[in-house]
């Protein structure tokens, strides 16, 4: 697929997650909290969430870095950066900033980042564009900074992106094309695959 191809995928893409379910519905199984808590982040850590969509996850990891640190909401949609921001405006979350992508640059600065969640993004992406995006995403990380990458198990029972759902074994080969190792699968989320990436150094 090409990039004008992606262009549209896009907005269906932010249809479904600002349209979703309310959110009380996701979190029993989606287990936001402690997802988050498995990330081990501490006051003053750079986390960019790349793919925010409405923010489900933005505001947790805000939380999760505190005042000192800083979490880059990342996407490319006009429409779900401004509902984080004026999300993060309301709530006085002076640490959460917006960030404007493209497909495959997420315009995160280079060699910057703790951490970086990638959460029911990459089915979205085109098969060839996914690497390119990871490995743009990499670049931004620090040296023994971690990637979580989030997606849809190929047999989870939940309606949701059937089509486009990515197997196990090629979401664990984009991060290690992209020079990442694995450093641990968590296996609790009812419908989704876990994995920490780690950058090499540090």
């Known amino acids: 697929m090409r990039l004008s191809r992606w262009m549209l995928i896009a ?3 932010l249809a479904a997650c600002m349209g979703a379910a ?3 519905s996701r979190d029993p199984w989606q287990q936001p909290d402690r997802v988050v808590a498995e990330m081990g982040l501490k006051p003053g850590h750079r ?3 790349v793919g925010c969509g409405s923010g489900y996850f933005t505001f947790r990891l805000a939380k999760a870095v505190g005042e000192t640190g800083e979490v880059l909401a990342e996407d490319i949609e006009a ?3 401004k509902a984080v921001g004026d999300r993060a405006q309301k709530e006085n979350a002076r640490n959460v900033k917006t960030v404007q992508g493209e497909p495959t640059d997420a315009k995160l600065p280079a060699d910057s980042l703790d951490a970086v969640v990638v959460c029911d993004v990459l089915h979205h992406v085109p098969a060839d564009l996914r690497l390119p995006l990871i490995k743009n995403v990499v670049r931004a990380m620090k040296a023994g900074a971690m990637l979580y990458v989030i997606d849809w198990r190929v047999d989870a029972e939940i309606s949701h992106d059937r ?3 990515i197997p196990a074994e090629q979401l664990i080969g984009l991060g290690k094309d992209a020079g990442l190792t694995l450093d641990a699968e968590y296996h609790y989320l009812k419908h989704q695959v876990f994995y ?3 950058k090499p150094g540090g």
């Open 11 to 13: 907005p269906l893409a």
């Open 22 to 24: 309310p959110r009380e």
């Open 47 to 49: 986390v960019a969430d």
């Open 79 to 81: 429409k779900a950066l």
């Open 163 to 165: 089509d486009r759902r």
């Open 196 to 198: 920490r990436f780690r």
